[in-house]
Nanobody, 125 residues
Framework: QVQLVESGGGLVQAGDSLRLSCAASGRTFNWRYGMGWFRQAPGKERELAAAISSSYTTYYAHSVKGRFTISRDNAKNTVYLQMNSLKAEDTAVYYC??????????????????WGQGTQVTVSS
């Protein structure tokens, strides 16, 4: 089993920055897991914001490209999402996800096996 715990959310103003962290633990977790950050705004479906493979290949949704950066520190079993130039439309609950797919940048929610509890990000305009 794998446990994921997100942190770093909060209330910020438009134009500000936040860094989300996702700490992974569990007997089976290792550096070969693909990781992703999803978000879900009220009344909307969950969508992928960014993903990173075990070989550090990244993918970004068009809406966050150039503003968000996903990274991973395998020594700490932690994935980060650096969010800059935040906009009101970035307001959502952000979820971390993991799946054992070595070398694959996973973009579909259905392919992830483990999810965190989510952290709220609110951007005031």
């Amino acid at each position: 089993q794998v446990q994921l715990v997100e942190s770093g959310g909060g209330l910020v103003q438009a134009g500000d920055s936040l860094r989300l962290s996702c700490a992974a633990s569990g007997r089976t977790f290792n550096w070969r897991y693909g990781m992703g950050w999803f978000r879900q705004a009220p009344g909307k479906e969950r969508e992928l914001a960014a993903a990173i493979s075990s070989s550090y290949t990244t993918y970004y949704a068009h809406s966050v490209k150039g503003r968000f950066t996903i990274s991973r520190d395998n020594a700490k079993n932690t994935v980060y999402l650096q969010m800059n130039s935040l906009k009101a439309e970035d307001t959502a609950v952000y979820y971390c996800a993991a799946a054992f797919r070595p070398g694959i940048t996973i973009m579909r929610a259905s392919e992830y096996d483990y999810w965190g509890q989510g952290t709220q990000v609110t951007v005031s305009s």
